[in-house]
């Protein structure tokens, strides 16, 4: 099969992302589980064969230089597909995820309603979409971000690397930037923003230094600031932004995260009972004048203790979001407690509720 045949044979299978590696079959992600779509070994000149016509002359000189190129591929049907080319031992191989065709409606994914009326409304601050690779975190930003142009007049920015969803402009001026096509970097885009009058500024994953301390300057000037992190909660969130910086810089940096942060949300996307889908768990932390004094006075490890005892009901731990999804039978019990931050807790919320 070429390209085209893999990727629509993928699309059909509901795989999230197909995998290329010299000397191994194509393997694709299928409801969490790598599964080998053949038991035909592929060879390094197939990978470059498929690689070749999908990466841009400036793609192959950063795979050249660099040993990895992030772009984005994009089918004769119209499917896109984020793709990443990387050396290992045995020659390139690459990686793609697949990206759906349609914008989930916001309210499909799964939130509680106080989780759409922040995202929808709040005219400032900071909101984080975190967890590991692979959990749903474009595909929250990018619903979330689509709903709020359908009912908002504003004028919203997206820096991305590269662009996945298209975002579609409704009652909203969208305009969405690539990294390397339409800006140099993440920095450049955000510190631009300041002069392009947003009132949203989406930025798609802040991966370093700069990019962490524009977007709390642009958050800090009163703008709506959405973007992505890879950490697994709240607090964890928390300490590594402030961890970026050199330790002279942090008091001002606790300061501007205490001021600017409005909501984390961590999410996972764990197995279903049916075994045929992905179902979403969350951990929802909102600040409050409790959260915004531990930031401000280093005491990061304290806020998982506002976290359980919050009673605001705009607060959400991962253990109840679990113990919900077994409850209303959407998740086993083995998976909730596999994937358990504190599995005590949870073997306590669930014989709380009657199950054993």
Same mark, same amino acid.
Request: aromatic share 4%.
């Given at each position: 099969m070429d390209f085209e045949q893999i990727v629509a044979y993928a699309e059909k299978q509901n795989a999230s992302d197909i995998h290329f590696s010299p000397g191994l079959p194509i393997f694709l992600r299928i409801t969490g589980q790598m599964i080998p779509l053949d038991d035909k070994p592929l060879e390094s000149e197939k990978i470059q064969e498929i690689l070749d016509p999908l990466l841009k002359p400036e793609h192959k000189e950063v795979l050249k230089n660099r040993r990895q190129v992030d772009f984005l591929a994009v089918t004769q049907v119209g499917l896109r597909l984020r793709g990443n080319a990387f050396f290992q031992e045995y020659g390139v191989s690459a990686s793609f995820r697949i990206i759906p065709r349609n914008i989930r409606p916001s309210i499909s994914l799964g939130f509680p309603k106080f989780v759409y009326d922040r995202f929808l409304h709040m005219k400032q601050g900071l909101v984080l979409i975190v967890g590991p690779t692979g959990e749903g975190k474009s595909t929250t930003l990018a619903s979330m971000i689509q709903e709020r142009a359908n009912l908002q007049t504003e004028h919203i920015i997206t820096?991305?690397?590269?662009?996945?969803?298209?975002?579609? #402009?409704?009652?909203? %001026?969208?305009?969405?930037?690539?990294?390397?096509?339409?800006? *140099?970097?993440?920095?450049? +885009?955000?510190?631009?923003?300041?002069?392009?009058?947003?009132?949203?500024?989406?930025?798609?994953?802040?991966?370093?230094?700069?990019?962490?301390? #524009?977007?709390?300057? %642009?958050?800090?000037?009163?703008?709506?600031?959405?973007?992505? *992190?890879?950490?697994?909660? +709240?607090?964890?969130?928390?300490?590594r932004i402030i961890d970026v910086f050199p330790p002279e810089h942090q008091d001002q940096i606790r300061s501007q995260l205490a001021t600017t942060l409005t909501m984390i949300i961590s999410q996972r996307l764990l197995p279903a009972a049916d075994g045929k889908s992905l179902i979403l768990a969350y951990e929802i932390l909102s600040t409050n004048y409790a959260i915004q004094n531990h930031i401000r006075q280093n005491k990061i490890y304290q806020i998982q203790n506002v976290l359980q005892t919050d009673s605001s009901g705009y607060m959400v731990q991962f253990e109840q979001s679990l113990a919900g999804l077994v409850i209303n039978n959407k998740i086993t019990k083995e998976t909730a407690i596999e994937y358990a931050q504190d599995k005590d807790q949870l073997k306590s919320i669930l014989i709380a509720n009657g199950v054993k």
């Open positions: 820096v991305e690397d590269p662009v996945e969803y298209l975002l579609t #402009s409704s009652k909203s %001026m969208v305009q969405q930037r690539e990294v390397g096509r339409d800006v *140099l970097n993440f920095k450049d +885009g955000i510190i631009a923003g300041l002069r392009e009058d947003p009132d949203v500024l989406m930025v798609g994953e802040m991966r370093d230094l700069e990019t962490i301390s #524009s977007v709390l300057t %642009m958050a800090e000037t009163g703008h709506t600031v959405f973007s992505t *992190l890879h950490t697994n909660n +709240g607090p964890e969130t928390i300490t």
